[in-house]
């Protein structure tokens, strides 16, 4: 009886793997978008990303050692992705103070009101996201143009995203119109590649999220189910509405490269804690992440629902879990 068995909460060890070594490649699999972000919105980038950053790690160091009274863990790493997913979301030129707020609200009430990581229900980052748009609605939907190191932090032009030009036009005119009409200054499919548009950090540059993507699943970090059972769910729905009637709705590679879809599909909803078990489950939670993102889209008041797809399936997820358990560890499984 000298050996004892330690039961831990989620997310688990499998083999050589461990949280430490998986959050830090999720760090690494941002670095592509976080280059292009300071690309495109120079110094302004930085100061989001790190003011935020170092908010989350502050915080939860604080609230483990002084409230929780636990050994701060604030080096496995779960802190600064929680603190770079929340700054990828927000506008460049966002005061310092109301970043430090959305950091507080993400690890505070996100995560170490549950407990901390392996327990809290949401995602963090979107938990201090959708706070700060609720509170802060005319700041958080202010978007810099891109200008790169000359893309001013405090005084800087800005302009619409290519969402919420199609969304207050869509009963307007044709969308045919919106594409073309210079003056609505809509950003082609090359600039939506690239990122030369306005928007916040983490919808843009929809290639160097791609390449974060493509490198987490060469590194296992996360499976192919729940982004691809998002993405296809939206370009299923969106193209059905848009052969249905093109001249009210856009096609589906507009939608897939516009807006927070890219960032929610590849890092927000393929969170350990938040997202289903099984890969059945995965697929289903991703479905409901998708045909909600484009109802909210389409026929919702805001541009943009993925946040609120996320939140809302989160919800969901324990129930997902319930129906649909992974097999348990050397269990038989029948084929056919």
């Not at 083999?15 to 302004?44: C, D």
């Not at 856009?250 to 960032?263: N, Q, S, W």
């Not at 997902?320 to 038989?332: A, L, Q």
Request: charged share 10%.
């Amino acid at each position: 009886m000298n050996k004892l068995l330690t039961v831990s909460l989620s997310p688990h060890e499998h083999g050589k793997e461990s949280t430490k070594k998986l959050m830090y490649g999720v760090v690494i699999s941002l670095a592509p978008a976080l280059l292009a972000t300071v690309w495109f919105f120079g110094w302004s980038a930085l100061i989001v990303t790190s003011v935020s950053v170092v908010s989350c790690m502050v915080f939860e160091y604080l609230i483990t050692k002084f409230i929780l009274k636990r050994e701060p863990s604030v080096d496995d790493g779960s802190a600064i992705v929680t603190g770079l997913l929340l700054a990828f979301c927000l506008p460049t030129n966002l005061p310092i103070g109301i970043i430090i707020l959305g950091s507080l609200v993400a690890i505070g009430v996100g995560k170490m009101t549950f407990g901390g990581l392996g327990n809290n229900p949401f995602n963090p980052a979107l938990v201090g996201r959708v706070f700060l748009f609720l509170s802060f609605p005319v700041q958080m939907t202010t978007w810099p143009v891109p200008n790169g190191f000359k893309t001013s932090f405090t005084d800087a032009i800005t302009g619409a995203t290519p969402l919420s030009i199609l969304n207050e036009n869509y009963d307007k005119i044709p969308v045919d119109s919106i594409m073309t009409d210079p003056e609505l200054g809509m950003p082609g499919y090359q600039q939506l590649f690239w990122g030369d548009m306005g928007g916040s950090l983490g919808e843009i540059a929809a290639f160097a999220l791609i390449i974060g993507l493509i490198y987490m699943l060469i590194r296992k970090i996360i499976t192919w189910h729940i982004p691809v059972s998002i993405l296809g769910t939206v370009a299923v729905f969106t193209g059905i509405l848009w052969l249905a009637n093109p001249g009210s709705n856009a096609d589906p590679l507009y939608h897939l490269m516009t807006g927070g879809l890219l960032l929610g599909a590849i890092y927000m909803a393929t969170d350990y804690v938040t997202s289903p078990m099984s890969r059945k489950g995965m697929i289903v939670y991703g479905v409901g992440i998708g045909l909600i993102t484009v109802l909210i889209r389409r026929f919702g008041a805001y541009p943009e629902g993925v946040q609120f797809a996320i939140l809302i399936m989160n919800a969901f997820t324990p129930l997902i879990n319930t129906y649909m358990k992974p097999s348990r560890f050397g269990e038989e499984v029948k084929n056919g």
